[in-house]
């Protein structure tokens, strides 16, 4: 690997981290908008500003695009690879993405239901915006990759974009107070969360053409990644479920616990992000 792909890798890598921290902050914003807690101000101020260092990521990795391409960091200054760049689905997709981070970023707290539906609809186009590239844009079942892909990040969003929410809620809300956050989004974890499982699974069979691929990089850190999922499902509906009972009780030690657990998926989930953005940036199925 090339200077240039090394920094694709990490600015992909963040990129993930920070578009799905904020979409998944307004679609949390939106799902606990009921609950009296300043944790929700705080979030609206994650969002806004997950958002707005998701755009300089994004520059970032269409900069690094033409370096990437002359195998030399002199290439970002090519005028014919950066309009080979702009004329790529990559930028139509980061395009897109920019516009859905756009819309979070003026509309953080989503106060009023126009707000709410501007900012979800930000949300949305962060995760449509994946389909626009790769092999999901150009395979022959596009039509069902497609609506696959943008479920499974949209829950992923959610999912992960939860989490600090979550470990705010624990750390600054009384027991009982957290608990109602904690078993209200375990409730609904147990039906979303497998569905970036599945739907990531059906993918896979789709793109993959066969099963020696699994012995090439790009099998390997497929495996992986379904891997890291089964973990983090097993781990994440464990503990909710034990620890979220505990609060109830008004068990301080369970929100301690419980942090620390968040703190694990967190770790674990961009770790799972790394070997997407390694996957996407070098390994191709074929």
Not at 10 to 34: D, E, H
Not at 93 to 113: D, E, F, K, Y
């Amino acid at each position: 690997m090339l200077l240039p792909d090394y920094i694709a890798v990490v600015l992909r890598t963040l990129g993930f981290i920070g578009v799905l921290q904020a979409a998944g902050a307004v679609i949390f914003l939106a799902v606990f908008r009921s609950e009296h807690s300043e944790v929700l101000n705080t979030v609206s101020t994650l969002a806004r500003r997950m958002a707005i260092v998701s755009l300089v990521l994004l520059v970032g990795t269409l900069a690094v695009e033409p370096a990437r391409m002359a195998g030399e960091m002199a290439g970002i200054v090519d005028v014919s690879l950066i309009s080979m760049v702009a004329a790529s689905s990559l930028f139509l997709s980061m395009s897109v993405r920019v516009a859905g981070l756009i819309l979070i970023a003026v509309t953080p707290r989503a106060r009023t239901p126009r707000e709410r539906l501007v900012s979800l609809l930000g949300a949305t186009l962060v995760a449509g915006s994946f389909a626009l590239t790769g092999h999901t844009s150009i395979h022959p079942l596009r039509w069902l990759l497609a609506p696959l892909l943008v479920v499974h990040l949209f829950v992923l969003a959610f999912w992960f974009g939860s989490l600090i929410p979550l470990w705010l809620v624990c750390r600054r809300e009384a027991p009982r107070q957290a608990a109602r956050f904690v078993t209200r989004f375990s409730v609904m974890a147990v039906w979303l969360v497998p569905a970036i499982l599945v739907a990531g699974i059906a993918m896979a069979f789709a793109i993959v053409p066969g099963w020696n691929v699994l012995r090439e990089p790009y099998g390997l850190l497929l495996s992986s990644k379904v891997i890291g999922f089964s973990v983090l499902m097993v781990l994440a509906a464990a503990n909710k479920w034990r620890f979220g009972s505990r609060l109830e009780q008004g068990d301080e030690r369970a929100a301690s616990n419980l942090r620390r657990i968040i703190v694990l998926e967190a770790i674990l989930i961009g770790a799972v992000l790394a070997a997407t953005a390694t996957m996407t940036t070098f390994f191709s199925p074929e």
